[in-house]
């Protein structure tokens, strides 16, 4: 009856939605999905390219065995989650948890699922952890269970003010593991740009026992 009385809206162009689904065909199709990538760090690969790893990957170590990103960080999907992270569009935070499941319905599944947390005072200033309300459902969606055993201790800059380098230094001693470690993690967070992020929180969870750390993030900065 809902749907009969409010037919589903794109959330990208307001056009009529496909059935259930607040996005139309038109923008469904032209989503920035995340074709082919460095198997490490999700970095865009020419299609063309088999080694599926990077050249920076091939040379360094990284604590993170696998990341996954179901889109490129690019319009309209770049505009969704700005609505998600910063104005509170759980609309749109509702839709690309629908569209991260379904590009990761392949994904080996991990023993448990880890929300990359925020910091308490980050978190009283924004008022919701993103990457905790995309691993929620993706958890339930996917029969994965969630664990929050890592936890973020100290407050640090945004990253977002920050290049490269200033980066890492800027997570140094930011997280910490609470509890028994399970084997197998995955990480889930919003964004990936430099990886500085999910390689800190891979590395003290490496520190803590977890003898492997994937990582979902629903776009990947190209």
């Known amino acids: 009856m809902s749907a009969w009385l409010f037919p589903p809206r794109c959330l990208v162009c307001a056009e009529a939605g496909l059935p259930g689904w607040d996005l139309c065909a038109a923008c469904k199709v032209g989503l920035p999905y995340s074709l082919a990538s460095c198997c490490r760090c999700a970095l865009p690969l020419a299609l063309a390219d088999d080694a599926r790893i990077c050249g920076a990957c091939r040379q ?31 609309a749109a935070g509702r839709l690309l948890v629908r569209l991260m499941r379904a590009r990761l319905a392949q994904a080996e599944r991990p023993a448990v699922m880890v929300p990359v947390p925020l910091h308490r005072l980050r978190l009283r200033q924004r008022g919701y952890d993103q990457a905790l309300e995309l691993a929620r459902p993706l958890s339930q969606a996917l029969g994965v269970p969630l664990w929050q055993g890592l936890q973020r201790v100290r407050a640090t800059a945004p990253q977002s003010e ?33 990886g500085a992020t999910l390689q800190a929180a891979a590395s003290a969870l490496r520190r803590a026992g977890v003898g492997r750390v994937d990582a979902w993030v629903c776009a990947r900065v190209p």
């Open 162 to 194: 920050l290049d490269a380098v200033a980066r890492r230094r800027n997570l140094q001693a930011a997280f910490a593991v609470a509890g028994p470690v399970p084997g197998h993690v995955v990480l889930v967070d919003d964004v990936m740009t430099t």
């Open 60 to 90: 360094g170590n990284s604590p993170l065995n696998e990341v996954r990103a179901a889109f490129i960080y690019a319009a309209p999907v770049d505009g969704l989650l700005r609505r998600f992270k910063f104005h509170q569009d759980l």
